[in-house]
């Protein structure tokens, strides 16, 4: 487990490409339960409190926090919930995008027998609107490299909106189509080309500026975090 840091009141964690942040599975690893096994040996308390902040899905790597107790944990949610909390994303898509940067908005409908979302009208019955803001920082021959700041947090939401756009994430066989997953295969893509590389936060207690970045492990996009840094 990659602690990028730690104080009494929360933690903050690399989450890998394939572990679950947290699962009901018996047997199956996830992220709550490694930080709590941490937690535990280093106050000798049995079941520590750890209050999952943001969620990224199994097959996303990136900046996952938790409060180590209940008063962070209300204040960091307030943050989530107000969007004051900042999170930047790097994925690589299929094909070129018509504009160099965009804000996107869609409504999305979540289906939980398929653990998968689409984008509906906004008059849908359990439609939520989703939004990101997005600009190019990088073409490579059929893909592009793009920044996204996360304006809401919905189920598979940047995965979606580029999909509906039939400009799938590399490497994602959930959302992908036919040359998406071809341009996968040479790019030997196994996870999507999706990191949540900065959180911006305010401590819970102290109020001062929290800012973390992490260089992407996945491949596709390991070389692009200096690019992204400099714009």
Same mark, same amino acid.
């Given at each position: 487990?990659?602690?990028?840091?730690?104080?009494?009141?929360?933690?903050?964690?690399?989450?890998?490409?394939?572990?679950?942040?947290?699962? +009901? @599975?018996?047997?199956?690893?996830?992220? $709550? =339960?490694?930080?709590?096994?941490?937690?535990? &040996? *280093?106050?000798?308390?049995? #079941?520590?409190?750890?209050?999952?902040?943001?969620?990224?899905?199994?097959?996303?790597?990136?900046?996952?926090?938790?409060?180590?107790?209940?008063?962070?944990?209300?204040?960091?949610?307030?943050?989530?919930?107000?969007?004051?909390?900042?999170?930047?994303?790097?994925?690589?898509?299929?094909?070129?995008?018509?504009?160099?940067?965009?804000?996107?908005?869609?409504?999305?409908?979540?289906? +939980? @027998?398929?653990?998968?979302?689409?984008? $509906? =009208?906004?008059?849908?019955?359990?439609?939520? &609107? *989703?939004?990101?803001?997005? #600009?190019?920082?990088?073409?490579?021959?059929?893909?592009?490299?793009?920044?996204?700041?996360?304006?809401?947090?919905?189920?598979?939401?940047?995965?979606?909106?580029?999909?509906?756009?039939?400009?799938?994430?590399?490497?994602?066989?959930?959302?992908?189509?036919?040359?998406?997953?071809?341009?996968?295969?040479?790019?030997?893509?196994?996870?999507?080309?999706?990191?949540?590389?900065?959180?911006?936060?305010?401590?819970?207690?102290?109020?001062?500026?929290?800012?973390?970045?992490?260089?992407?492990?996945?491949?596709?996009?390991?070389?692009?975090?200096?690019?992204?840094?400099?714009?």
């Amino acid at each position: 487990m990659k602690i990028l840091y730690e104080d009494k009141d929360q933690i903050v964690i690399h989450k890998p490409a394939g572990v679950a942040t947290q699962t +009901a @599975r018996l047997g199956d690893k996830d992220l $709550v =339960s490694e930080v709590k096994n941490h937690i535990a &040996k *280093a106050i000798g308390a049995a #079941n520590p409190y750890v209050g999952v902040i943001n969620r990224l899905d199994q097959p996303v790597e990136g900046i996952v926090l938790f409060a180590k107790n209940q008063k962070a944990a209300a204040a960091l949610s307030k943050q989530m919930q107000d969007g004051s909390m900042q999170k930047y994303y790097l994925a690589a898509v299929y094909g070129h995008m018509e504009k160099e940067n965009d804000i996107l908005t869609d409504y999305l409908e979540k289906d +939980a @027998r398929t653990n998968s979302s689409r984008v $509906v =009208s906004a008059t849908s019955k359990d439609a939520k &609107k *989703a939004m990101l803001e997005y #600009n190019v920082i990088a073409t490579v021959g059929k893909m592009q490299v793009i920044k996204i700041r996360l304006l809401t947090g919905r189920h598979h939401q940047i995965r979606v909106q580029f999909s509906h756009r039939e400009h799938p994430l590399i490497g994602d066989t959930k959302y992908g189509n036919d040359e998406s997953m071809a341009l996968s295969r040479e790019a030997n893509a196994k996870t999507p080309a999706l990191c949540a590389y900065n959180l911006i936060w305010k401590h819970p207690v102290t109020k001062k500026e929290m800012d973390v970045k992490i260089a992407p492990e996945n491949p596709v996009l390991r070389g692009f975090y200096e690019t992204v840094e400099q714009d």
